[in-house]
T-cell receptor, first 115, second 112 residues
Framework: DADVTQTPRNRITKTGKRIMLECSQTKGHDRMYWYRQDPGLGLRLIYYSFDVKDINKGEISDGYSVSRQAQAKFSLSLESAIPNQTALYFC??????????????FGEGSRLTVL | KQEVTQIPAALSVPEGENLVLNCSFTDSAIYNLQWFRQDPGKGLTSLLLIQSSQREQTSGRLNASLDKSSGRSTLYIAASQPGDSATYLCAVPTGANSKLTFGKGITLSVRP
Protein backbone atom coordinates (compact mmCIF):
# COMPACT_ATOMS: atom_id res chain seq x y z
CA ASP A 1 0.00 0.00 0.00
CA ALA A 2 1.10 3.54 -0.77
CA ASP A 3 2.40 5.65 2.12
CA VAL A 4 0.44 8.70 0.87
CA THR A 5 -2.96 7.86 -0.59
CA GLN A 6 -5.18 10.23 -2.49
CA THR A 7 -8.83 9.75 -3.39
CA PRO A 8 -10.33 10.04 -5.90
CA ARG A 9 -7.61 9.53 -8.48
CA ASN A 10 -9.73 10.98 -11.25
CA ARG A 11 -12.82 13.16 -11.10
CA ILE A 12 -14.88 14.97 -13.69
CA THR A 13 -17.35 17.52 -12.40
CA LYS A 14 -19.34 20.52 -13.50
CA THR A 15 -18.90 24.20 -12.76
CA GLY A 16 -20.37 25.20 -9.42
CA LYS A 17 -20.18 21.76 -7.81
CA ARG A 18 -18.46 21.19 -4.47
CA ILE A 19 -15.57 18.78 -4.63
CA MET A 20 -13.46 17.21 -1.91
CA LEU A 21 -10.10 15.56 -2.45
CA GLU A 22 -8.86 13.40 0.37
CA CYS A 23 -5.39 12.46 1.48
CA SER A 24 -4.25 10.00 4.09
CA GLN A 25 -0.75 9.00 5.10
CA THR A 26 0.84 6.18 7.03
CA LYS A 27 4.28 7.77 7.37
CA GLY A 28 3.56 9.39 10.73
CA HIS A 29 4.62 12.83 9.47
CA ASP A 30 3.32 16.01 11.04
CA ARG A 31 3.57 18.16 7.93
CA MET A 32 1.11 17.82 5.05
CA TYR A 33 0.69 19.86 1.87
CA TRP A 34 -1.62 20.31 -1.09
CA TYR A 35 -0.13 21.30 -4.46
CA ARG A 36 -1.57 21.72 -7.90
CA GLN A 37 0.37 21.13 -11.08
CA ASP A 38 -0.39 22.77 -14.39
CA PRO A 39 1.55 22.45 -17.64
CA GLY A 40 4.09 25.25 -17.93
CA LEU A 41 3.40 26.54 -14.41
CA GLY A 42 4.97 23.79 -12.39
CA LEU A 43 3.94 22.92 -8.85
CA ARG A 44 2.17 25.56 -6.79
CA LEU A 45 1.36 25.32 -3.10
CA ILE A 46 -2.30 25.66 -2.15
CA TYR A 47 -2.32 24.99 1.60
CA TYR A 48 -0.04 23.42 4.15
CA SER A 49 -0.39 22.15 7.69
CA PHE A 50 2.38 21.60 10.22
CA ASP A 51 0.11 19.84 12.70
CA VAL A 52 -3.60 19.31 13.34
CA LYS A 53 -4.08 22.83 14.71
CA ASP A 54 -1.75 24.65 12.33
CA ILE A 55 -3.08 25.36 8.83
CA ASN A 56 -1.62 27.94 6.49
CA LYS A 57 -2.39 29.39 3.10
CA GLY A 58 0.01 28.81 0.27
CA GLU A 59 0.52 30.91 -2.84
CA ILE A 60 -2.80 30.08 -4.54
CA SER A 61 -5.38 29.42 -1.80
CA ASP A 62 -8.28 31.43 -3.26
CA GLY A 63 -11.21 29.17 -4.12
CA TYR A 64 -9.92 26.34 -1.92
CA SER A 65 -10.30 25.29 1.70
CA VAL A 66 -8.75 22.49 3.73
CA SER A 67 -9.42 20.41 6.80
CA ARG A 68 -6.88 18.51 8.88
CA GLN A 69 -9.11 15.90 10.47
CA ALA A 70 -6.27 14.01 12.13
CA GLN A 71 -2.51 13.81 11.92
CA ALA A 72 -2.87 11.33 9.08
CA LYS A 73 -5.67 13.02 7.12
CA PHE A 74 -5.72 16.27 5.16
CA SER A 75 -8.54 17.07 2.74
CA LEU A 76 -8.85 19.78 0.10
CA SER A 77 -12.21 21.25 -0.88
CA LEU A 78 -13.31 23.30 -3.83
CA GLU A 79 -16.47 25.00 -2.63
CA SER A 80 -17.69 25.94 -6.10
CA ALA A 81 -15.52 24.45 -8.80
CA ILE A 82 -14.62 26.49 -11.89
CA PRO A 83 -12.94 25.34 -15.13
CA ASN A 84 -9.58 26.96 -14.36
CA GLN A 85 -9.29 24.65 -11.36
CA THR A 86 -8.83 21.79 -13.79
CA ALA A 87 -5.43 20.43 -12.83
CA LEU A 88 -3.48 17.59 -11.28
CA TYR A 89 -3.57 17.86 -7.50
CA PHE A 90 -0.96 16.38 -5.21
CA CYS A 91 -0.88 15.75 -1.49
CA UNK A 92 2.53 15.51 0.16
CA UNK A 93 3.98 14.91 3.60
CA UNK A 94 7.33 15.69 5.09
CA UNK A 95 9.42 15.11 8.13
CA UNK A 96 10.29 18.05 10.32
CA UNK A 97 12.90 18.90 12.91
CA UNK A 98 13.82 22.16 14.63
CA UNK A 99 11.46 23.98 12.28
CA UNK A 100 13.05 22.59 9.15
CA UNK A 101 11.38 20.72 6.32
CA UNK A 102 12.86 17.34 5.61
CA UNK A 103 12.28 14.94 2.78
CA UNK A 104 9.00 15.37 0.93
CA UNK A 105 6.83 12.40 -0.08
CA PHE A 106 4.03 12.69 -2.63
CA GLY A 107 0.81 10.88 -3.33
CA GLU A 108 -0.02 9.64 -6.82
CA GLY A 109 -2.17 12.63 -7.61
CA SER A 110 -5.83 13.41 -8.24
CA ARG A 111 -6.72 14.54 -11.73
CA LEU A 112 -9.65 16.96 -11.59
CA THR A 113 -11.54 18.16 -14.65
CA VAL A 114 -14.13 20.91 -14.26
CA LEU A 115 -16.47 21.26 -17.23
CA LYS B 1 12.02 35.65 -3.32
CA GLN B 2 13.64 32.31 -4.04
CA GLU B 3 13.66 31.32 -7.71
CA VAL B 4 14.64 27.86 -8.89
CA THR B 5 15.62 27.39 -12.52
CA GLN B 6 16.17 24.20 -14.48
CA ILE B 7 17.57 24.53 -17.98
CA PRO B 8 17.04 23.09 -20.52
CA ALA B 9 13.35 22.22 -20.20
CA ALA B 10 13.85 19.06 -22.25
CA LEU B 11 16.74 16.80 -23.13
CA SER B 12 17.08 13.80 -25.43
CA VAL B 13 20.08 11.48 -25.24
CA PRO B 14 21.03 8.04 -26.59
CA GLU B 15 21.05 5.10 -24.23
CA GLY B 16 24.29 4.60 -22.33
CA GLU B 17 25.25 8.25 -22.16
CA ASN B 18 26.30 9.83 -18.88
CA LEU B 19 24.42 13.06 -18.33
CA VAL B 20 24.12 16.00 -15.97
CA LEU B 21 20.93 17.83 -15.08
CA ASN B 22 21.32 21.32 -13.64
CA CYS B 23 19.38 23.21 -10.99
CA SER B 24 20.11 26.79 -9.94
CA PHE B 25 18.62 28.83 -7.11
CA THR B 26 18.87 32.53 -6.29
CA ASP B 27 18.90 32.47 -2.47
CA SER B 28 21.82 30.43 -1.16
CA ALA B 29 20.51 30.41 2.42
CA ILE B 30 19.14 26.88 2.11
CA TYR B 31 19.66 23.92 4.40
CA ASN B 32 18.84 21.16 1.95
CA LEU B 33 17.92 20.47 -1.66
CA GLN B 34 15.83 17.62 -2.97
CA TRP B 35 15.68 15.96 -6.38
CA PHE B 36 12.51 14.25 -7.60
CA ARG B 37 11.49 12.14 -10.53
CA GLN B 38 8.02 12.34 -12.08
CA ASP B 39 6.64 9.92 -14.65
CA PRO B 40 3.82 11.23 -16.89
CA GLY B 41 0.58 11.62 -14.97
CA LYS B 42 2.15 10.24 -11.79
CA GLY B 43 3.28 11.61 -8.48
CA LEU B 44 6.75 12.79 -7.63
CA THR B 45 9.22 10.28 -6.27
CA SER B 46 12.02 11.49 -4.04
CA LEU B 47 15.43 10.57 -5.47
CA LEU B 48 17.95 12.30 -3.27
CA LEU B 49 17.98 14.79 -0.42
CA ILE B 50 21.22 16.69 0.14
CA GLN B 51 21.80 18.53 3.38
CA SER B 52 23.71 21.82 3.20
CA SER B 53 26.53 20.24 5.18
CA GLN B 54 27.00 17.64 2.44
CA ARG B 55 28.47 18.19 -0.99
CA GLU B 56 27.20 14.98 -2.57
CA GLN B 57 24.66 12.21 -2.23
CA THR B 58 24.64 8.99 -4.19
CA SER B 59 21.98 6.40 -4.90
CA GLY B 60 22.80 3.72 -7.44
CA ARG B 61 23.53 5.38 -10.79
CA LEU B 62 22.49 8.78 -9.47
CA ASN B 63 24.78 11.31 -7.87
CA ALA B 64 23.65 14.74 -6.74
CA SER B 65 25.96 17.57 -5.76
CA LEU B 66 25.27 20.86 -4.04
CA ASP B 67 27.27 24.09 -4.19
CA LYS B 68 25.47 26.63 -2.03
CA SER B 69 27.90 29.46 -2.68
CA SER B 70 27.26 29.35 -6.41
CA GLY B 71 23.56 28.52 -6.04
CA ARG B 72 23.79 25.31 -8.03
CA SER B 73 23.03 21.63 -7.80
CA THR B 74 23.62 18.94 -10.39
CA LEU B 75 22.10 15.49 -10.80
CA TYR B 76 24.44 13.10 -12.54
CA ILE B 77 22.95 10.00 -14.18
CA ALA B 78 25.45 7.35 -15.18
CA ALA B 79 24.92 4.99 -18.10
CA SER B 80 21.43 6.25 -18.89
CA GLN B 81 18.67 3.78 -19.77
CA PRO B 82 15.28 4.20 -21.49
CA GLY B 83 13.69 3.61 -18.09
CA ASP B 84 15.28 6.84 -16.88
CA SER B 85 12.96 8.79 -19.20
CA ALA B 86 10.93 11.08 -16.94
CA THR B 87 10.79 14.64 -15.67
CA TYR B 88 13.34 15.54 -13.01
CA LEU B 89 12.59 18.35 -10.59
CA CYS B 90 14.64 20.00 -7.87
CA ALA B 91 13.25 21.84 -4.85
CA VAL B 92 14.60 23.93 -1.99
CA PRO B 93 12.99 25.00 1.31
CA THR B 94 12.31 28.73 1.43
CA GLY B 95 11.20 31.30 3.96
CA ALA B 96 10.33 31.22 7.62
CA ASN B 97 8.09 28.17 7.25
CA SER B 98 10.48 26.32 4.97
CA LYS B 99 8.00 25.75 2.20
CA LEU B 100 9.52 24.15 -0.87
CA THR B 101 10.13 26.12 -4.04
CA PHE B 102 10.23 23.86 -7.09
CA GLY B 103 11.92 24.19 -10.42
CA LYS B 104 9.75 23.46 -13.45
CA GLY B 105 11.68 20.34 -14.23
CA ILE B 106 13.72 18.85 -17.05
CA THR B 107 11.99 16.27 -19.22
CA LEU B 108 14.52 13.61 -20.13
CA SER B 109 14.11 11.18 -22.99
CA VAL B 110 16.62 8.34 -23.32
CA ARG B 111 16.53 6.81 -26.80
CA PRO B 112 17.17 3.05 -27.15
Amino acid sequence: DADVTQTPRNRITKTGKRIMLECSQTKGHDRMYWYRQDPGLGLRLIYYSFDVKDINKGEISDGYSVSRQAQAKFSLSLESAIPNQTALYFCATSTSGTGRTGELFFGEGSRLTVL
Amino acid sequence: KQEVTQIPAALSVPEGENLVLNCSFTDSAIYNLQWFRQDPGKGLTSLLLIQSSQREQTSGRLNASLDKSSGRSTLYIAASQPGDSATYLCAVPTGANSKLTFGKGITLSVRP
